[in-house]
């Protein structure tokens, strides 16, 4: 049975002499395992169309339970991302963790495409690095499942508070009056890094990126981004730690 999907290669490892073995993200099935043969083959048509962090149409082939890429086009390379090792070593880090929060058989659209804009932009060089990486963060979160609620204080149901706390583990936001009811510890947060999250969490997914924040604020935003995935998800990246070693390289 052959069938045509359209896949965000996450990974690749080598298999034998010349095959490849490949986690990606479809349009059509969520994330798959795929064998793509002779794609390390010397002229191999497949080779660049089958590499990490490519998007490409597959067509595969489906027998005793087994899925083996025959043919590939390369539709979107992500060019900007092989010419810079920090841009790329970001981009693995995108990768590692939709393999960690996507599932076989489950396909999601709305993660697909916040994963192509955000390799875009991080291609692109449209926004700082940071800001695509606090932006895919805490949207990936608010599409899987663990939508921080940043509309009110619980309490008192203030939504402009002058002085807002974030409570990290449930992600709620407490006003300065009512932050000693958090059950647990809460960080300050600068107003205009909340309209920030508030943009990235609500807006629609065409605008995610279509912010200014500088200095503090976004310092905030990148660090509360990645802690709240880190804590809601449970677990850390390798990909993150190495990101962080070779970013200023």
Known sequence: MFETTKALILREVRYKESDRIL?????????????????????????????QLTFSELTVFENRGRATVNEATLLEPFEGLRADFSAFSLGCYFAEVLEATSEEGMPDPAVLQLALNSLYALSRGLCAPAQVKAVFELRLMAITGYEPDLSACPVCGDTEP???WFFLPEGTIFCGRHRADAPGGVTPLHPDTLAAMRHIVYSDPK?????????EPMNQLASLSERYLLTQLDRGFSSLDYWKKVKDI
């Not at 059509?28 to 089958?50: E, I, Q, V, W, Y």
């Not at 605008?207 to 200095?215: A, H, K």
């Open 23 to 51: 986690t990606v993200l479809t349009d059509t099935d969520g994330k798959r395992t795929l064998k793509a043969r002779g794609a390390l083959r010397k002229g191999s048509k497949m080779a660049a169309a089958t590499q």
């Open 162 to 164: 002058e002085s807002p």
């Open 207 to 215: 605008r995610i990126f279509s912010f200014t924040l500088e200095g």
